[in-house]
């Protein structure tokens, strides 16, 4: 993709290595730490989404044929929101938290000191190239580092536009912009940095975290997996569809990390659930969904390929109720559900990442949770009841990044909750302040003055000193008394 | 059932005690033993003899694993024991007795595991995987009680483990029990406290997008974890990370230091003794074992220890995305500026150094910077508390802990030995090589290319660096690795904000040493070299606890401005929604019902800061009440707030 190659002198490790040279002297003169200098930046950040708006929903549609409404809601709005909350919470997020201190230290005070970590590097994805880059920038920025993003060359047109825009909206000398692929990633990954930010897959998570042990630094890695949806009977089957298929095919098409994955549904209610989701799908994108231009494409040729083999594996290929239907020119796929597929095929073994839909049949609903705790850890997981002990049981016994009862996806917009994952689907969490807690450290301070210095803490330690110590340690203030008269 | 047990007994049943009687019955689906000794108690043992019975199994790959039950040996040397065969583990084939008691017979040995392999450990973590998946774990229940063991084993045990730590490190009885045992029950003390509070899902607001709802996030434990401790404070160093492991609900392996093999051996014995052995287990060793636990998929794992071997276990946990804690070290600096009360400082850096394990302890201060003019003041005062705490020959004194090793010990001659530094002590510099002791030793003025001053000393020298300015500290600091703490002494108010503001440490500590470790209210860990993740107090349960975002939602409320096809007039609204504007939302819905041809009035009307909004729409409107009013009801919660 990095054909633009004749104005662009290689980066290789020497040019990373003096990059981030540059930008720790930057983060040494202090500038970054500034509230005014975060504020400023987050500001230009939201001039730049209005000012562009329609250059980053063009790129996007260069990309993925991105719908402008999935665009505007999904990627801009919002950056956006976590811009304006970032700024209106930004003086109260830096406050050092006061700290409760323990008789054993009396007199003192504690307080916990939000610090930022120094130079941190960003490597985003190309299925939300836009938010994924500039969310986490967003927590780096407030949390006052100085920062390289690496937006995905899978995304060429909004990686480059964010290479364009970035130096002029933001702090050039603080934050900077890598494009580039495989190459160029080795050799940033090759340097020193104080935090590293990867959203992507589990292979890649594991060559990045690999390659920060060497220098340890921390990782914050988004990854993905078979987000499940189990679909209890009994519910508003319509609304529930409909938020399947907002969460499935309104999501980029099927590509993202917390699109659902699978269903998993009893038996009786299978029929029904498929007969909805037709009704809906055909509300929503017409009866020809290759030409809707409310769907995503697929994002390039070897994705596209790889989704086809999902779908014409022998095992499968008799499994679809609906949809199938597919473009190679235009690399469009059509939203295709398949029922009762076997759990041995690759379609359920493998993150799909696209428009297909395998729906897994039980006998009984609960029986879902083994099936689920069967493979990985998820990113999220849904589940669509009426049975609060249904919610209840899910929400104790499955694992995931995130959980979401009766709707799809929309845990993500919650500021107030973590967004991260667990086990294969990820490590750390960011949006709203764990953003800004995701890049800093938290300096524990402890003052004390110069009163109060017992010689009980010094030796020689004579016995008396050993009884009252145990007696103040374990605060029993019967014990103390004893023992300081058993001293005197 | 019973063909097996039988199998058991006429197997393999054999005693490594000579003077040991044994009678066995098999009764239901239990085994008991009956065991009658002539063995005295050991002389000079306070100690009971206890009982461990050695449930021998062999598996496929010859290797042998080894369920121990133990309990202190009852009255009269008799002794009753319980089996219940765990039906789930591979084929037994033998079971043995072996009485030991505190004064170590050596019989114990010759029963001990053979190789702990990567075999091993791949069936010990699918073991504690299953019993994880029971869910036993999780409940409170178990987890108090598991706590509830911890603190009994420290009461009912604290002899052996001051005893334990003597032996790895001639550690003093205050020390080990300020450091080690109260440090040990004040957590499970917290924890038993707090623990309810802390495992109660945390309610967290809504936002108008995805009203109407609600929303928790929910600690949950991560699963299997694995615990590698350190040789300085062998005891609080493990199990105070397991404490935090089984206060979030999850199954643990503990690795002890075999450079503490003592409190190692301990460690083992106590934990099959007190905890429950199907969810906490001990496994120890030296680099075979530790490798062949690190090949093991973890869902955590918590290291203490050196920044190199952090490395290690970090790219071991890369291969299975497993997150880590990384408790490492680093030069934690001490700042003296010249207005400072003397004794004070000097009896407290005395504290923070030699009482710290003398040295040996990873927040203990590494080395003084202080100015030119103040340096031979805190000599005096520092040579003065020196010989205040352990006497003018310190070589002699009980008070101070020796060096952990032999290895450790030519580490530090070879730090004290350097010719650039040789001539600057000013305090101490005596040792004894049989004794692996080394006395409390000053230099003064140590260039910074120095290997005293390049590496982590981690034993009792401590050099002092002279600058003209206090204020030029900061810069020196800074100029190397994050340490793990930070100190400085003064009573000038500019100083102290500038040297918070600008020093990145784990921790720090203003006019003291070492005292933030107490603080459980303060998270503990470094940052940079020194490590990352944090624990102490809820900062161990949080370590060990994955925060599940949960939002729940009901079936009404459903916009149906979310669902393609996505036209112009919906592109509006959802902005006008997204971007909290109420008068745009109002807009927007206006136009949005004109679309739908509905009938619908709207009047606002404006009065002080209140806002009045009249709706008024037919009834078979294609919006539900939700659609209209919770965008907007939403919004008002926002401003009401």
Not at chain 1, 233 to 256: E, V
């Amino acid at each position: 993709m990095a054909t633009e190659g004749e104005n662009q002198t290689v980066f290789d490790v020497a040019a990373a290595s003096m990059l981030t040279k540059e930008l720790r002297d930057v983060f040494a003169s202090g500038k970054t730490r500034s509230y005014e200098w975060r504020i400023s930046q987050l500001k230009s950040m939201i001039k730049m989404c209005d000012e562009h708006e329609e250059d980053i929903a063009d790129a996007l549609h260069q990309d993925l044929s991105k719908p402008k409404l999935e665009s505007i809601v999904y990627e801009i709005t919002m950056l956006k929101n976590s811009c304006t909350l970032a700024i209106k919470e930004l003086k109260q997020w830096m406050v050092p938290e006061k700290a409760k201190t323990s008789l054993l230290t009396f007199p003192s005070s504690a307080e916990i000191v939000s610090e930022p970590l120094g130079v941190v590097l960003i490597i985003s994805a190309w299925n939300y190239p836009f938010l994924l880059s500039l969310d986490p920038l967003v927590g780096a920025i407030s949390a006052g580092n100085t920062m390289v993003l690496k937006p995905s060359e899978l995304s060429p047109a909004t990686s480059s536009l964010l290479a364009k825009l970035l130096p002029e909206y933001l702090d050039i000398s603080s934050i900077k912009v890598v494009e580039g692929a495989v190459s160029e990633t080795s050799a940033l990954l090759e340097q020193k940095w104080d935090k590293i930010f990867y959203t992507g897959n589990g292979r890649v998570g594991r060559i990045v975290m690999a390659a920060a042990a060497k220098h340890l630094t921390p990782v914050v890695l988004e990854l993905g997996g078979k987000s499940p949806v189990v679909v209890d009977s009994g519910i508003d089957l319509q609304i529930a569809t409909r938020r399947i298929i907002a969460g499935k095919w309104g999501c980029n098409n099927g590509q993202a990390c917390i699109s659902p994955d699978y269903i998993i549904t009893t038996k009786d209610y299978a029929d029904k659930l498929v007969d909805s989701l037709k009704k809906e799908l055909e509300a929503f994108y017409g009866k020809n969904p290759l030409e809707s231009k409310d769907l995503s494409r697929i994002v390039n040729s070897n994705h596209f390929s790889r989704l086809t083999k999902l779908l014409d594996e022998d095992k499968v290929s008799g499994k679809i109720v609906y949809g199938g239907e597919r473009d190679e020119a235009n690399l469009k796929i059509a939203p295709t559900i398949l029922l009762d597929v076997p759990c041995d095929s690759l379609i359920m073994k493998e993150e799909i990442f696209g428009p297909l839909l395998p729906i897994l049949i039980v006998s009984k609903i609960e029986e879902s949770w083994d099936a689920i705790n069967s493979g990985t850890k998820p990113l999220a997981a849904y589940l669509f009841t009426n049975n609060k002990k249904l919610k209840e049981q899910f929400v104790m016994s499955v694992s995931a990044g995130g959980v979401a009862i009766n709707d799809i996806a929309m845990h993500l917009a919650v500021h107030t909750l973590p967004f991260g994952g667990v086990g294969e689907s990820g490590t750390g969490s960011y949006h709203g302040k764990f953003s800004f807690d995701a890049f800093t450290h938290k300096k524990a301070v402890l003052y004390r003055s110069f009163m109060g210095d017992a010689a009980l803490r010094h030796p020689p330690y004579t016995l008396g000193k050993l009884r009252l110590m145990k007696a103040l340690m374990t605060s029993n203030l019967w014990t103390i008394l004893r023992a300081l008269l058993g001293r005197s | 059932m019973k063909n097996l047990l039988e199998r058991v007994t006429l197997d393999l049943i054999r005693t490594t005690l000579a003077s040991c009687n044994q009678k066995i019955s098999i009764k239901r689906k239990k085994v008991i033993l009956l065991v009658t000794s002539k063995l005295s108690r050991p002389s000079g043992s306070s100690q009971l003899p206890i009982v461990t019975v050695l449930w021998n199994s062999v598996v496929d790959t010859g290797a042998r694993r080894t369920l121990t039950y133990c309990s202190p040996w009852k009255t009269s040397h008799k002794h009753e024991a319980v089996l219940f065969p765990p039906l789930s583990s591979p084929i037994r084939k033998s079971l043995c007795i072996c009485l030991s008691s505190s004064a170590k017979l050596p019989v114990m040995m010759e029963e001990r595991k053979k190789t702990f392999d990567a075999n091993e450990a791949a069936l010990l973590v699918k073991e504690l995987n299953e019993s994880f998946r029971t869910g036993k774990t999780k409940s409170y229940e178990w987890r108090v009680s598991q706590l509830k063991s911890i603190e009994k084993m420290v009461v009912e045990r604290e002899k052996d483990i001051c005893e334990a730590l003597y032996k790895d490190l001639s550690k003093p009885e205050l020390e080990a029990f300020v450091s080690e045992i109260a440090m040990v029950k004040s957590s499970c003390k917290e924890a038993l406290k707090e623990l309810k509070q802390w495992m109660k899902p945390e309610k967290a607001k809504t936002s108008m997008e995805t009203y109407p709802s609600s929303a928790e996030i929910v600690s949950e434990p991560l699963g299997t974890v694995l615990v590698i401790s350190t040789w300085n404070y062998p005891f609080a160093l493990s199990v105070k990370p397991v404490i935090g492991a089984i206060t979030a609900g999850n199954a643990t392996v503990l690795k002890p230091s075999e450079i503490a093999p003592a409190t190692s051996s301990l460690l083992s014995k106590l934990f099959e003794e007190y905890l429950d052995r199907s969810a906490v287990r001990v496994v120890e060793g030296d680099v075979p074992q530790t490798t062949a636990l690190l090949e093991q998929k973890w869902d955590k794992i918590f290291y203490t220890g050196s920044p190199r071997v952090g490395r290690i276990i970090m790219t071991a946990a890369a291969k299975h995305l497993t997150p880590v804690v990384l408790e490492l070290g680093g030069k934690c600096p001490a700042v003296i500026d010249s207005d400072v009360d003397l004794q004070v400082t000097a009896r407290r850096i005395v504290a923070g150094k030699w009482q710290a394990n003398n040295g040996q302890a990873c927040i203990s201060v590494d080395y003084i910077i202080t100015t030119k003019d103040f340096a031979p003041k805190l000599i005096d005062a520092l040579r003065k508390g020196i010989e205040e705490c352990f006497g003018t020959d310190p070589m002699e004194s009980k008070d101070i802990s020796r060096i952990v090793s032999s290895n450790h010990f030519s580490r530090l001659l070879s730090l004290m030995d350097e010719y650039k530094v040789y001539n600057k002590i000013v305090v101490g510099g005596q040792r004894n090589q049989k004794e692996l002791k080394i006395a409390p030793t000053i230099f003064l003025d140590v260039p910074g290319d120095s290997k005293l001053m390049q590496e982590e000393i981690f034993g009792p020298l401590l050099p002092i660096i002279t600058v003209g300015n206090v204020k030029d500290s900061i810069d020196l600091i800074n100029s190397k690795t994050k340490p793990l703490a930070a100190y400085l002494f003064t009573n000038n108010d500019m100083l102290k904000n500038y040297f918070v503001q600008s020093v990145s440490s784990g921790g720090m500590v203003i006019n003291d040493t070492v005292l933030h470790v107490t603080v459980s209210s303060l998270p503990f860990g470094g940052v940079g070299e020194s490590g990352m993740g944090s624990y102490h107090g809820k900062f161990s349960f949080d370590a060990f606890s994955h925060k599940k975002a949960v939002l729940y939602r009901s079936f009404s409320g459903d916009a149906t401005v979310r669902y393609p096809p996505y036209t112009p007039e919906k592109q509006k609204l959802i902005k006008a929604v997204m971007n909290g504007g109420i008068f745009d939302i109002i807009l927007a819905l206006m136009g949005w019902f004109l679309l739908l041809n509905s009938t619908l009035t709207m009047t606002c009307t404006t009065e002080h800061d209140h806002m009045t909004i009249f709706l008024d729409f037919p009834k078979d409107s294609v919006l539900t009440l939700d659609e209209i009013f919770g965008p907007i009801l939403a919004l008002m919660g926002r401003f009401g707030d």
